[in-house]
């Protein structure tokens, strides 16, 4: 029975938040989420990478292996994520590919592992969203506009708090206590913003074929923890930094590639990429609670 009662305390404060945003969202239709894009993208985002990765307590390995790993389970995404957009006789599967291989690590994925593993958790998550994110600006925008574009990686704040963070942690070097506050502060304040603008999305997200938004979601949603299970065997992974491994694989389509297409692909795609995120989204709302009871079950 406690796990049950740890497994509400995990997945209800971000249900909950969402479902905040989703009720603004409905009363509100013309709501203006763009403080928050910016905020995020900007300061927020960053802020957390740094928190996260040098003020949790893991070490330099640790952020290393979990990013190697998850790069790993990224490449299985794209062997999965492939076959499945042939499969729909998808037209243009590049541009089709990023919402089965780029998870939502951080608006969902970071929220979920800090509550479910606290601060350690929290530090794991944060190097498996640093790869994400460093993605999104990178192989996302290269998928989505069919060309390689380094002024959107050179004018990216989290691709540098990526490289600061990592330094730290090599080097093993202590930050100043108004830094770690700070960072702490704007962190939390992110993942609260973040997680409501996802419930706001929902409501203005649609979806325009459901049988390929359902395939794709089911690809993206029971494959994924699939994956993440076989990469934990396979590497005999074990305790809390698996769980969070197998919680971050399970994670639905990141909001960051419909934004990411809507300025890089025509319309057609961008609506493909809108339905397979709401699905895949609700989808979750039955698949996370299963994965993350199994992560707390098993990998503690």
């Known amino acids: 029975m406690e796990i049950y009662f740890k497994l509400f305390e995990v997945l209800f404060p971000v249900f909950f938040v969402v479902g905040i945003g989703y009720y603004l969202g409905k009363k509100n239709p013309k709501i203006d989420?763009?403080?928050i894009t910016n905020f995020a993208a900007n300061?927020?985002?960053?802020?957390?990478?740094?928190?996260?990765?040098?003020?949790?307590?893991?070490?330099?390995?640790?952020f290393k292996?979990?990013?190697?790993?998850?790069?790993?389970?990224i490449l299985c995404f794209v062997v999965v994520g492939i076959p499945t957009l042939f499969?729909?006789?998808?037209?243009?599967?590049?541009?089709?590919?990023?919402?089965l291989i780029l998870p939502n690590t951080g608006n969902m994925g970071v929220p979920i592992c800090l509550f479910a593993y606290g601060s350690e958790g929290l530090g794991v998550s944060a190097s498996i969203t640093s790869l994400i994110i460093l993605f999104h600006f990178t192989l996302g925008v290269f998928l989505a506009d069919?060309?390689?574009?380094?002024?959107?990686?050179?004018?990216?704040?989290?691709?540098?708090?990526?490289?600061f963070s990592a330094l730290i942690l090599y080097n093993d070097i202590n930050l100043p206590i108004f830094i770690i506050?700070?960072?702490?502060?704007?962190?939390?304040a992110t993942i609260f913003l973040i997680l409501m603008s996802l419930g706001i999305a929902l409501t203005r997200l649609k979806v325009f074929s459901l049988t390929n938004a359902l395939v794709s979601s089911f690809a993206r949603m029971i494959l994924g923890p699939i994956i993440g299970l076989l990469i934990i065997f396979y590497f005999d992974l074990s305790g809390f930094a698996a769980g969070v491994l197998l919680i971050?694989?399970?994670?639905?389509?990141?909001?960051?590639?419909?934004?990411?297409?809507?300025?890089?692909?025509?319309?057609?795609?961008?609506?493909?990429?809108?339905?397979t995120i709401v699905v895949s989204t609700l989808m979750s709302f039955i698949t996370l609670p299963i994965v993350v009871y199994f992560a707390l079950k098993y990998f503690s």
């Open 43 to 62: 300061i927020g985002t960053p802020a957390m990478i740094i928190f996260a990765v040098t003020s949790t307590g893991i070490t330099f390995d640790i």
């Open 146 to 163: 069919r060309k390689f574009n380094l002024h959107v990686i050179l004018k990216n704040p989290p691709f540098y708090s990526i490289l």
């Open 248 to 275: 971050q694989c399970s994670m639905p389509s990141a909001v960051l590639n419909y934004l990411v297409a809507s300025i890089y692909s025509p319309k057609k795609i961008v609506d493909s990429v809108a339905s």
């Open 65 to 73: 292996d979990y990013f190697w790993y998850y790069l790993i389970a």
């Open 181 to 188: 506050n700070t960072t702490e502060w704007l962190m939390f």
């Open 33 to 35: 989420t763009s403080f």
């Open 87 to 99: 499969f729909l006789k998808t037209k243009d599967i590049v541009r089709e590919l990023p919402p």
